[in-house]
């Protein structure tokens, strides 16, 4: 069964760059999209970006400020995060869905990874 692992979260002050990993482990090709998402506290969970797995297309939240890139290498889905900010600060998810569907809704997706958490201090 495809399971999804995330790495690369830390605590980091202002204005320095992350980049997350999720490993799938398994068929990534069996998805037909994978998505980052985050949870900031006290927040819903919101849908960054996400990357069709057949091309490798990315499609992101049109209200990002362009600060966040999503890429797939050798079926890790790494999510590049730059001038981070204390408001970035969330538990981030990687997602995958086999079916399609609106991208950044919480409940089309099919498979969650179990999340990694980013502080980012001022």
């Known amino acids: 069964q495809l399971q999804l692992r995330e790495s690369g979260g830390g605590s980091v002050q202002s204005g320095t760059s992350l980049r997350l990993s999720c490993k799938v482990l398994?068929?990534?090709?069996?998805?037909?999209?994978v998505a980052w998402f985050r949870q900031a506290p006290g927040k819903g969970r919101e849908g960054l970006a996400a990357?069709?797995?057949?091309?490798?297309s990315p499609t992101y939240r049109r209200t990002l400020e362009g600060r966040f890139t999503i890429s797939e290498d050798k079926g890790t889905v790494y999510f590049q995060m730059t001038d981070l900010k204390p408001e970035d600060t969330a538990i981030y998810y990687c997602?995958?869905?086999?079916?399609?569907?609106?991208?950044?809704?919480?409940?089309?997706?099919?498979?969650w990874g179990q999340g990694t958490q980013v502080n980012v201090s001022s």
């Open positions: 990357l069709q797995t057949s091309d490798g």
């Open positions: 997602a995958a869905v086999f079916t399609g569907g609106s991208l950044f809704t919480v409940d089309n997706y099919d498979l």
């Open positions: 398994g068929d990534i090709k069996s998805t037909k999209w």
